[in-house]
């Protein structure tokens, strides 16, 4: 069976990347835009996207661009935004149904890409802005979607620690932008910074289907009526290493159950040989089950409602996420730290390693039954600027030794300590 690849080319500003499949009965399409975070650009970046959604200049009013939507076999469109290395990035989708299985008079191919081009190109406007009623409603839509970080704690524990990691640096900036910011732009101040992010951004369109390179840029330069020039290209995320003594920070709010999380730097990036290592790394201490932040901190030592890790090998950052009851902070922080040790002690039992290695493999295996995470795997290599075949991931996987991941855990650096606690005074004497 002849594996299939993607095909690449570029119209204009745009990298085009076609995956020939027929494999799936749809066409997936993402278009992702990228700009570097920026604090004077990031909450108009991310209002932009919502204000698109509303509307065209075909179909000017919400109803009728969801309608056209219903025309075409109802297919599916959205969008999400958030931050790849020192990126913020709005990534559009769009799936439709293949030609081949319903009785369409025209290429599904070329309108979802004459829709997806309009919504991202030719937007409603009025009197040479966006459109008010949008904008103010859109404003609303993105104040609550922020105000909705605080009511979940867990995200709003995860969200401050990297915040105040990151505190000097882009990174440190939330997707959704700032929320303070929002009441003060204008339908004409939104478009006229949407028109210089149409300037700046590196664009990425890609499309997986029963389709061709050549098929795609030519309905993609057609309709895709971006400003003139060469594609961009991403820089490499600064990589920075841990503080020499942790940080220590407690916030407190009206909440029942503490959230202690903890920011390390690795010192590794996707674009590192020894990247495969560090998933190995990770997967060990807290990303499945059988971990060991898993089995020690939440079953054996009953401290935690939960307690995992989380690996951004774009920025070469780790993770850690655990509910605890307040009272137990510092026997939680003690064995939390105790499991590190034991991975740079290299104290890896062949099940643990076995394990891991057999979860990240099927992981990566999985990718391949949906079109919308192959496209996302592929993504990840041209964001980061080093691009691994599933086939190459899975056997560097399989090739990490206890040894290895025992190495990755040297570098590994406990940078900031971040405790989510109630207002009482007395309830627990907080000690990094």
């Not at 939960?306 to 774009?314: N, Q, V």
């Not at 039954?369 to 990840?380: C, G, H, K, L, V």
Request: one cysteine or more.
């Amino acid at each position: 069976m002849q594996t299939e690849v993607f095909q690449r080319g570029a119209v204009g500003r745009m990298r085009i990347h076609v995956l020939p499949t027929t494999r799936f009965k749809t066409f997936s399409l993402s278009l992702f835009a990228g700009i570097p975070l920026d604090e004077s650009k990031v909450t108009q970046v991310a209002l932009a996207p919502f204000v698109l959604r509303r509307g065209t200049k075909s179909y000017p009013e919400t109803i009728q661009f969801r309608e056209r939507l219903d025309e075409l076999y109802g297919a599916g469109f959205g969008f999400d935004i958030y931050k790849r290395g020192d990126y913020q990035v709005v990534q559009f989708k769009l799936d439709i149904i293949n030609d081949a299985f319903v009785s369409s008079s025209q290429s599904l191919l070329q309108e979802a890409l004459r829709f997806l081009g309009e919504a991202l190109t030719s937007p409603a406007l009025e009197q040479g802005a966006f459109t008010a009623k949008y904008v103010e409603s859109e404003k609303t839509t993105v104040q609550k979607r922020i105000e909705s970080i605080i009511n979940d704690k867990i995200r709003y524990a995860a969200e401050r620690c990297l915040e105040e990691m990151c505190r000097n640096e882009p990174y440190r900036l939330l997707a959704l932008g700032r929320k303070e910011e929002l009441p003060s732009i204008t339908p004409a101040t939104l478009y006229e910074s949407y028109r210089r992010w149409l300037d700046e951004a590196v664009f990425d369109l890609y499309v997986s289907g029963d389709t061709s390179l050549e098929q795609v840029s030519a309905w993609a330069g057609q309709y895709f009526d971006l400003p003139a020039g060469q594609p961009g290209d991403y820089r490499a995320a600064q990589i920075r290493s841990a503080a020499e003594e942790p940080r220590t920070v407690v916030e407190r709010l009206d909440v029942g159950q503490g959230k202690l999380n903890l920011g390390l730097r690795t010192g590794i990036a996707y674009t590192d040989d020894n990247y495969p290592d560090l998933l190995v790394y990770n997967g060990i201490l807290g990303a499945f089950p059988h971990s060991k932040l898993f089995i020690h901190v939440r079953e054996k030592a009953s401290l935690a409602y939960y307690a995992s890790s989380r690996l951004d090998g774009h920025k070469g950052l780790l993770t850690i996420q655990s509910g605890i009851e307040i009272a137990n902070y510092e026997q939680a922080l003690r064995i939390i730290r105790e499991q590190l040790e034991e991975m740079r002690a290299g104290h890896i039992d062949e099940q643990e390693l076995s394990k891991t290695k057999a979860m990240l493999v099927n992981q990566l295996k999985e990718i391949q039954d949906s079109a919308f995470e192959r496209i996302a795997f592929d993504y990840n290599g041209i964001v980061s600027g080093k691009q691994r075949s599933k086939e190459e991931l899975v056997a560097a996987i399989e090739a990490v030794t206890s040894e290895k991941a025992a190495a990755v855990a040297a570098g590994v650096g406990l940078d900031t300590i971040y405790f989510l606690r109630d207002l009482k005074e007395e309830a627990a004497h907080v000690q990094a």
